[in-house]
């Protein structure tokens, strides 16, 4: 179904909660990050029939009724982030940075990596000033671990040789890269630096998708909101491996 935002409304934050507990996710096999987010979209909407309807500028959703984010207590948890950016402007990382301790209510994530909007123009002294951010956050002990997803190599090492926290954590994307490239194995290895692989899109929700999501009317093509970030957490049990919570924040601006 469409939903009628009015312009007023320049930025809608949307929470999912923990998509684990959610009875109406579909899990499909072989279902991607891009499909699942979209499904939780529509889901979390469709628990507010009017959430427009405030004469704002911005508007928050969070599904509590929907999904009970809250995690045992007597647990011990750590909690993983992935932080997509669609442009590399400093405000709207640390617009995702303040999000994400705001909804988690948590006063300490064990890693965060970085997946922005670059290509091989993209400047180490742009990256630097991004990375500083994250740096911030480790030194007010907020982060204890900062990586970086799909990244160049010769551009991961330069971030490695010029950052003053250095990253611990690389991502790179076996579907565009079949092969890690050898100089990025070695590299890891002699500083000890975590090497994951993922499956994420490289346009994690194109505006096609937010278009399935608010409706694909065309008297609703200009209202349709585009995405700035989007944050992918996984709360696992310590010492155990087992998933406690999973959610996305995301942030949509309408120009």
Not at 87 to 92: G, M, Y
Request: aromatic fraction near 6%; charged fraction near 25%.
């Amino acid at each position: 179904m469409p939903y009628d935002i009015p312009k007023t409304v320049s930025k809608i934050y949307i929470h999912t909660g923990n998509v684990l507990n959610a009875n109406e996710l579909t899990q499909k096999a072989g279902q991607n990050a891009t499909e699942e987010v979209v499904e939780c979209l529509s889901i979390c909407l469709s628990k507010y029939p009017s959430p427009f309807a405030l004469n704002e500028k911005t508007v928050h959703l969070k599904c509590d009724e929907c999904y009970n984010n809250d995690n045992e207590e007597d647990l011990a948890l750590k909690t993983s982030v992935k932080i997509f950016l669609t442009t590399n402007e400093v405000d709207v990382l640390e617009d995702s940075l303040k999000n994400l301790f705001k909804e988690l209510n948590e006063e300490v994530v064990d890693s965060v990596i970085l997946a922005f909007n670059h290509g091989k123009d993209t400047l180490l002294a742009d990256l630097l000033t991004l990375w500083s951010i994250l740096e911030g956050y480790v030194n007010k002990q907020k982060i204890t671990r900062i990586g970086v997803s799909d990244i160049d190599t010769d551009l991961f090492i330069s971030l490695y040789n010029n950052s003053i926290i250095k990253p611990t954590i690389v991502q790179i994307n076996l579907n565009s890269c079949c092969v890690v490239p050898e100089a990025l194995q070695e590299f890891t290895k002699d500083n000890e630096i975590q090497l994951l692989t993922h499956s994420d899109s490289k346009e994690i929700l194109p505006q096609s998708c937010l278009a399935e999501v608010f409706g694909d009317q065309t008297e609703l093509k200009q209202k349709i909101p585009k995405l700035e970030w989007m944050i992918r957490y996984l709360t696992h049990v310590k010492c155990r491996g087992v998933l406690a919570s999973k959610g996305y924040i995301v942030c949509l601006k309408r120009s």
